[in-house]
Every structure is written in structure tokens, then in C-alpha cells.
């Protein structure tokens, strides 16, 4: 959308005919709105930055170190980062000014209920399944006794959402889910599922987290649906895309759903949808040109005009955004509409 000046309001203002004192009562009536979400600044780089190195230093890079802790330690560390980052993120939560950090910091706390919760299960020596060795096994393997982590790190998110109305706290949640849906396989089946069938597994629940998603969408002011939007379309597209060569039919259908997502995109004002959906018809085209120029001088060819014809559809998109989306209009959930307070479409 196009910023204007005051002085350009005002000479609009002059131009149109309007009365000269009405600038200084729209004026007063924004700033007597209550305060809405903050808009994005250099500052919010460093907030979010810093609350990813920690659930990374207590997460991701966690090295074999931790392993020589016994399992009471490593609950009463996790426990004390939790009410540490917890308390101070309520606290600054409160705070218009420190609304971000405060949010980030709750996220944090929600963190480390997995680590927690391995904690405990390693010092009970209680397992869902088969004792699962380190916590460092927790991101890169797949194994059943990890559900409960993910069971209870959802509920516990989903506990501070009641007092901390902050939308990235529903990341863990979704990201839990996500694993939930590879390590729930796990327990309930054992390995005696094929990866085929593991794939079509994520297909449905990533599904099942889009409809969570579309269901929370525009129910409040702030976006909680984000992140289960995104971890849905991660599960779901990467499950198709992992399933195999498959037949041309397949291929196509592949496509096909990735051209919907492009679509959905439009109905839901979801860029994510067109990301993925993008990437998934990028996948086909490249997969459709290897398979017929393997080998050949062609292939570069085509790849470029490929890349080339990317560009000019997204030129076309952009040219037409407003009339796809005017047609697509009836389609938008009356939710979506308010979210992104478009436009009432004018009677021909």
C-alpha cells in the first residue's frame, strides 16, 4: 500500500472540496484507537534472534555433554530456564514497550518443557516405548517414546496462550505436532510401516493441522494460525514430495494439488500457500525436464526458460492480483475478509 505525506492529505483534502478542519479530526480519531500490533523494526531482528539462539542452545545444539546429567538435573535445569524466561516474559508482556520480548520469552519457557519432560521419564526410567539414548537424539530421529515431550510441551503451550496472547507461542505447539506426527507412527505401528505409507501418514496430518489452521484464522485480531499454516504445509507438501516418482498420473496430480495450494493462497491471503505451492510445480517442471532432457545440452535450456516463464507468470500475478482476487472474492471466508480488511466489492 502507497504512503502518503501530511501535506499530500492535506492538499487531497483541498482538492476534493472537503471542508480544511476535517485532517485534524481523522487525525484525532486514529489517535484515539487503542494500539494495535507493533509494526516490524530493526530492533524486533535482535528480540527474535536472541530467543532462537536460546531455544537453540537448549534444544537444537544440545551436545552428548548433557548426557553424563542424570535425568533429575537435567528436569531441574529445564524446570529453572522455564520459570526464569516464563516469569520475566509475563512480566514484560504486560508492558506495551516490551510486549515482543516479553511474548518471545514465554515462547522460550515453552521450550523447554521437552527437555523436561526427558528429564523426568530418564530419571523414572519410563519410556512410551524403548529407551530413546540422548536427548541430543530428540531432533534427528524418529522414535515413539518422544510423544509424551511432544504431548505436554502442547498442552503447556496451549496453557500460556490464556495469559500471554502472543502468536509465536503457538510455534512450538505446531512444531511438537509436526513430530508427533512422525513419532505417534512410531508408537502405535512400530516399523513395520513403509516409508511410502509414513508419507501419506504426514500427507493426512499435515491436513489436519491446515484445518486447525484455517479454523483459528481471523477468530482474532492477532494471527495464532501462522504457524500451524506453515508446519501443516511443511508436513503435507513434504510428504508428497517424499512419496516417490510414482506414475505421470501421480506427477500430475502432484501438480495439480500445488496449483490449488497457489490458489488457496489467494482465498485464505496466505503467502505461505503460494510458497509452497510454487515450490511444488517448480519440483514437477524440473523432475518432467530431467526425465525427458536427461544428459542433453536441453536441459539447461529449459531450465531457463522455465525461470523465465516463472517470471512472466509473476508478472502477470502481480498485474492481476486484484481482479483474481475480485473473482475469487466470494470464496474468501468472511473472516479472512475482515482480517485483511478488504475491499467491498462494488455492484456492477
Given amino acids: 500500500m502507497k504512503n502518503f505525506t501530511e501535506s499530500q492529505l492535506q492538499a487531497a483534502i483541498a482538492r476534493a472540496g472537503l471542508e480544511p478542519g476535517i485532517f485534524d479530526r481523522i487525525r484525532s480519531a486514529l489517535l484515539a484507537e487503542p494500539e494495535t500490533a507493533a509494526a516490524f523494526e530493526p530492533a524486533h531482528i535482535a528480540y527474535y534472534l536472541g530467543a532462537l539462539l536460546i531455544i537453540g542452545a537448549m534444544g537444537w545444539f544440545i551436545t552428548n555433554a548433557w548426557d553424563t546429567l542424570s535425568g533429575l538435573t ?5 524446570l529453572a530456564y522455564a520459570l526464569a524466561f516464563g516469569t520475566v516474559g509475563v512480566l514484560l508482556y504486560r508492558r506495551p514497550a516490551t510486549m515482543i520480548p516479553g511474548g518471545l520469552l514465554s515462547a522460550v519457557a515453552v521450550c523447554m518443557t521437552p527437555l523436561a519432560v526427558y528429564g523426568i521419564e530418564r530419571k523414572l526410567g519410563w519410556w512410551p516405548s524403548l529407551d530413546p539414548g540422548g536427548y541430543s537424539n530428540f531432533h534427528p530421529w524418529i522414535n515413539g517414546s518422544w510423544v509424551l515431550m511432544e504431548a505436554v510441551t502442547i498442552l503447556v503451550a496451549a496453557v500460556f496462550l490464556r495469559y500471554v496472547r502472543f502468536p509465536f507461542i503457538t510455534a512450538p505447539a505446531a512444531y511438537a505436532l509436526w513430530y508427533m506426527s512422525m513419532d505417534g507412527t512410531d508408537l502405535l505401528f512400530g516399523k513395520q510401516w513403509t516409508f511410502h505409507q509414513e508419507c501419506w501418514i504426514s500427507v493426512a496430518f499435515g491436513v489436519v493441522m491446515l484445518a486447525v489452521a484455517y479454523f483459528a484464522d481471523g477468530e482474532t485480531e492477532r494471527d495464532f494460525s501462522f504457524w500451524f499454516y506453515l508446519f501443516g504445509l511443511l508436513t503435507f507438501t513434504g510428504g508428497l514430495s517424499l512419496l516417490g516418482d510414482g506414475t505421470q498420473i ?15 493462497s489467494v482465498i485464505l491471503q496466505r503467502r505461505a500457500f503460494l510458497i509452497f505451492g510454487a515450490l511444488g510445480v517448480f519440483i514437477y517442471l524440473v523432475d518432467e525436464a530431467e526425465g525427458y532432457f536427461r544428459n542433453s545440452f536441453a536441459f539447461t535450456v529449459v531450465l531457463t526458460l522455465i525461470g523465465i516463464a516463472f517470471i512472466i507468470l509473476g508478472i502477470l500475478f502481480k498485474k492481476n492480483e486484484s481482479l483474481l482476487t475480485a473473482r475469487l472474492r466470494p470464496f474468501i471466508p468472511s473472516r479472512v475478509r475482515q482480517r485483511h480488511a478488504l475491499p467491498v466489492a462494488e455492484t456492477p
Avoid at 74 to 78: G, P, R
Fill in 74 to 78: 537435567i528436569f531441574a535445569v529445564a
Fill in 250 to 264: 501421480g506427477k500430475a496430480i502432484y501438480c495439480l494439488l500445488h496449483l490449488g495450494l497457489i490458489v488457496l
